[in-house]
């Protein structure tokens, strides 16, 4: 019998490190949180501040929200509950680590996030399921663009650094 047990064991702990880590019911809402706190509905949920931070669930992170047009060209952000049910949580990581993204996404403030914290937002977008199409792809400076999105008048250069 405890034989048994313990090869049920290596079975199931076997089995567990195959499939990759899962986020309990904490870790995705945990993942829910760094999303609000994020502010990634803002870009990432169509409208989402036109209505005051409320969308429907099969709205929430969809893409297209909030468009951006400025030197750079006109991005859309993408639509993240597509884009996590097509990459493993590795690659997530790796990607939140290394991404060197277009504006208005302040790609910058993944170094501030733990790996358990990006392995519970990974958890969470996932939990929502596969939902919507895929945003807009990226138009480059000079093009036609479809509406909607806003437009920024970026200054000539860097401000000054206050104290400087």
């Given at each position: ?160 650094l206050a104290g400087?």
């Open positions: 019998m405890k034989r048994f047990l313990l090869a049920l064991g290596l079975l199931v702990s076997c089995t567990a490190m195959a499939s990759g880590p899962s986020a309990g019911r904490h870790g995705i809402a945990h993942g829910k949180f760094l999303v609000g706190f994020g502010a990634c509905n803002d870009c990432h949920t169509p409208g989402w501040a036109e209505h005051g931070g409320k969308a429907p669930k099969d709205m929430l992170l969809t893409g297209g929200g909030t468009n951006f047009q400025g030197p750079w060209g006109t991005t859309y952000p993408i639509n993240l509950r597509l884009y996590f049910h097509g990459i493993t949580l590795k690659q997530w990581i790796h990607n939140a680590r290394t991404v060197k993204a277009r504006p208005a996404m302040p790609y910058w403030t993944f170094r501030y996030l733990s790996d358990k914290d990006l392995a519970d937002i990974y958890a969470y977008v996932r939990s929502l399921g596969p939902a919507g199409k895929p945003a807009h792809d990226y138009v480059p400076p000079g093009q036609q663009a479809p509406a909607p999105y806003l437009k920024l008048v970026v200054p000539a250069g860097p401000p000054p400087h």
